[in-house]
């Protein structure tokens, strides 16, 4: 089969023929309708600020497609059911799998990091990782679910807890911070504030749903919140950018009583504020890392229901062939993109 193979940053990805691996006992072998192209294939490629255990490997995590094979012992799956993949392989064992958070998972695989990913014709795993994908649901939405959406959805409204009629600012309304614009929407929030510097973004997040969009390029981007809100701030900031500017400012633009969820990930440190402050005004911050299954099965039903439209969420779909290009134009933000997909069969 044919797959996209990353050997080392900054070096384009190298289409390759590799042997499909044939699934084993309690393995499905899934044909690769659509693969999306998320920053975290960017942070490994182009940037290089993602070290991967091994090399080379096939990238690609945000995948869905349609049962090829299963393995012996399955019985849930048979060939031609339409599926998302779930792209983290959890232990099963640990205590983190025991109490139901595979997110958390130190012996977890994720596809395109440490197993090999869905850049390809078709991906071998474990039955388990499979969700049915509904036929109203078209594959490339059904791709990027799996984490554009579900990392969203999971930082607004599980992680952040947001209730109907409260406040919400999402700093960095690129592929996330869209979809948690559209999502804080759906579930009822008053005012909603996107915060980004670049000028497509804002547009995108008013598109969105936004009632109101802040250019953080001047760096006062708490200020200009507060003067959104009578001075108050917001109840919820929730910060998908992962740099240590946007997370000061997100919690700069809380009021008192206010929640932080920090979703973007990177390499900055970032500090509290001042105790006096933080402890007084009963600030909460929160982390909140990908996804379960039971948050993806949730969107996929609300995209099928009709409640979340997504149809604008796929820019552009793409043959493997071009595959460097669409990474190219998803980091230089190149037509303003919010998801890129790979159809790796054509």
Known sequence: ???????????????????????????????????GIC???????IEGTIQ?????????????????????????????????????????????????????????Q?????????????????????????????FPVGAIVADAVSTAYRAIAHRGALRAGESV???????????????????GAGEIIGVDVARGALRRAAEAGATHVVDASGGDAAKQIRGLTASEGVDLAVEFVGLKASVTEAMRSLRRGGRLVIAGVGGDRVELPPLRSFVGGELAVLASMGFDREEVETVIRWVAEGTLDLSSSVTDVIPLDAINEGFRRAFTKEGDPIRIVVRPGG
């Open 39 to 45: 920053g975290t294939d960017l942070h490994v490629a």
């Open 1 to 35: 089969m044919r797959a996209a193979r990353f050997y080392a940053p900054k070096e384009p990805l190298r289409i390759e023929e590799v042997e499909a691996q044939p699934p084993g006992d309690g393995d499905v072998q899934v044909a690769v309708e659509a693969c």
């Open 110 to 138: 994720v596809l395109g990091i440490n197993r090999e990913g869905a850049f390809a014709e078709s991906v071998t795993l474990p039955a388990s990782c499979l969700l049915p994908l509904p036929a109203e649901v078209s």
């Open 52 to 108: 991967l255990p091994r090399t080379p490997i096939v990238l690609g995590h945000e995948a869905a497609g349609v049962v090829a094979a299963v393995g012996s012992g399955v019985t849930r799956w048979k060939a031609g059911n339409r599926v998302t993949i779930f792209p983290n392989v959890a232990c099963g064992r640990c205590s983190a799998c025991r109490r139901g958070r595979e997110v958390l998972c130190l012996q977890a």
């Open 169 to 187: 600012a999402v700093f960095g309304c690129g592929g996330l911070g869209v979809h948690g614009i559209k999502l804080a929407k759906l579930l």
